[in-house]
């Protein structure tokens, strides 16, 4: 497991930092949570993909910071 993935998981998680990588990746191998964490890495949420359209398609609608 990559060390990207083991990061995004315990991250999300919220995993202690005394679990070693090995540990985590471990119990993680092979789960939807290993799966969902290197998808996000690769991926944009879609709420965020979404938004980033609308901005193209409706400038108007941007929020205002």
Sequence with gaps: MDKAV???????EQ??????DS??????KSTYTAARA???LDHKPIDQ???DTMAKVLPFM????
């Design 6 to 12: 083991i990061d995004a998981i315990r991250e999300k």
């Design 15 to 20: 995993l202690p930092d005394s679990m070693t």
């Design 23 to 28: 540990e985590i990746a471990n119990e993680y």
């Design 38 to 40: 290197a998808v996000s």
């Design 49 to 51: 993909v979404m938004a």
């Design 62 to 65: 941007r929020k205002k910071k």
